[in-house]
């Protein structure tokens, strides 16, 4: 086969290569997702993208004669190079590995607000190998995927469905604080309901706090807390 025809058939290989990662790319581009799902579709288009694009090379150098008898070679010998390559890329493998764990396991997603290090940041991107964090001073974290996987950090977006309720009553300041604590406490109907002074000025202010299953739960508790709070205290006298 003429030098020039191998060139071509290289050539057109790569050529179809770029052609199917764009498209595959954009077919497994996704917008208007939540971020946990953002995160997961980043990680995999990234692998799937570097895998056809690693196969095309492949495929294109192995219609170069001596690049193939030196790709025989290496099959020949495929244990002994992939116990050295492994020892040689073990921490780039590790990253790698760590990487579609971050992914699919979701310990941190894209935009959440996130501590590492002593550094408090946001993150702006999950790469095969790096996770880069936005933090304060607008410099960027670059940290190892596999530090990520390993070390604890705190994510502060990461939160519970249930939410706190609360209600802050006011009452005169020559009430009986802990008299009207108790009250607070029995109009709750809840035993870990807390109640504390929140200020003091014109008149006392006492603060009821009782968790709710979620966020709606909580919204409609707070309305009935001020309801039950008012109905209580009025019978107690404290607002008479």
Do not use: C
């Not at 196969?55 to 030196?70: K, N, T, Y």
């Not at 921490?91 to 935009?111: E, M």
């Not at 390993?150 to 939410?163: E, L, M, Q, Y």
Request: net charge neutral; charged share 25%; hydrophobic share 50%.
């Amino acid at each position: 086969m003429p030098w020039w025809h191998r060139l071509a058939v290289l050539g057109g290989v790569l050529l179809v290569t770029l052609v199917v990662a764009r498209l595959v790319d954009r077919r497994m581009a996704r917008r208007d997702l939540p971020a946990a799902a953002v995160t997961r579709y980043r990680i995999l288009r990234r692998s799937v993208i570097t895998a056809i694009i690693f196969v095309g090379l492949l495929s294109a150098l192995l219609v170069i004669p001596q690049v193939r008898a030196v790709a025989t070679g290496i099959l020949a010998s495929s244990a002994v190079i992939g116990i050295v390559v492994g020892f040689a890329a073990q921490k780039t493998i590790g990253n790698f590995i760590a990487g579609l764990l971050i992914a699919f396991s979701q310990p941190i997603r894209l935009g959440d607000h996130v501590e590492i290090e002593g550094q408090m940041g946001v993150v702006e991107e999950i790469g095969l190998t790096y996770t880069f964090i936005r933090v304060g001073d607008n410099d960027r974290l670059v940290i190892p995927n596999e530090r990520i996987a390993s070390d604890t950090i705190r994510n502060s977006s990461i939160r519970g469905r249930r939410k706190l309720a609360q209600v802050t009553v006011q009452v005169p300041l020559d009430s009986d604080l802990d008299v009207v604590s108790g009250l607070l406490r029995e109009a709750a109907e809840d035993e870990r309901a807390d109640v504390f002074v929140a200020a003091l000025a014109d008149k006392a202010e006492l603060m009821v706090s009782v968790w709710a299953d979620d966020e709606p739960a909580a919204e409609r508790l707070e309305s009935e807390l001020r309801l039950r709070a008012h109905k209580r205290l009025r019978e107690a006298g404290v607002f008479a």
